[in-house]
């Protein structure tokens, strides 16, 4: 499923949280407020990784039913122990050829897992499948293009002074197409009606500069599995520049600013 970078790590579900896990939790309630779903529902999620946006889905949702799928068996153990609802299920599988029926659900979501994708129409098409005709489909994204990811733009940037070939391993140059325009223009050109979009954005604040840096460390991630990939005196010299660079405030806490865009359309009536 996952467009793969030679740092790409996606099994360890509790060094994901450590990482990205966290913010995932904090943007996952602002997406569902936007998205509007009625109560009630069948929910399909996509790429649910250590289940930040299921446990939203159940706690502010109020979901009949919820079927998250990934390709991480260690990402679904951490979801299956984060969200225990019986009308929870975790499944194996792939964006490209989801394992569930044909219209079996209202409502599919994909959280900050789509440009992992290597055919997003084709995941945007099996949501389309699996969606019942009138249901929704909504999804989002960092927006790494724009620097809407600061805890990571200031990791690169100085991970890239050190290290030029680090360049081509930054999510901004990886993932382009993370721009709102494009997200939109991908979800119309799949057959989606009524297709809006809106930015989403939180404050990263991190209490300490260890805070900062100890999940970059542990591997799961692009930028981490970069970080635990170098030499200890190379890492080192990475750690000692980030914390002369990064901002600090007054008890010590470090604040940058997270933006993800946020894209949903409607299933046309006469698909299924």
Known sequence: MAQQSRHDAWQAGPSYDRYMGRWSARIAPLFLDWLEAEKGLDWLEIGCGTGALSAAIMARAGPASLVGIDPSAGFLERAREIVPDPRARFLIGDAQALPVPAASADVAVAGLVLNFVSDRPLALA???????????????????????????????????????????????????????????????????????????????????????????????????????????????????????????????SITLPARAWAVRGRVPRSCG
């Open 126 to 252: 099996q949501m389309m499948r699996v969606v019942r005709p009138g249901g929704t489909i909504g999804f989002y994204v960092w927006d790494y293009p724009g620097g809407g990811m600061g805890f990571m733009r200031a990791f690169w940037t100085e991970a890239a002074a050190l290290d030029p070939a680090a360049t081509d391993l930054t999510e901004d140059r990886r993932f382009p197409f993370c721009t709102l325009p494009q997200l939109i223009a991908l979800t119309a050109g799949a057959g989606l009606h009524d297709v809006e979009g809106t930015g989403i954005e939180i404050a990263t604040t991190f209490r300490d500069f260890d805070d900062y840096w100890q999940p970059f460390t542990l591997g799961a991630g692009p930028a981490p599995g970069y970080c635990a990939s170098l030499e200890s005196d190379a890492r080192q010299r990475l750690r000692d520049r980030l914390a002369r660079s990064l901002p600090r405030d007054t008890d010590g």
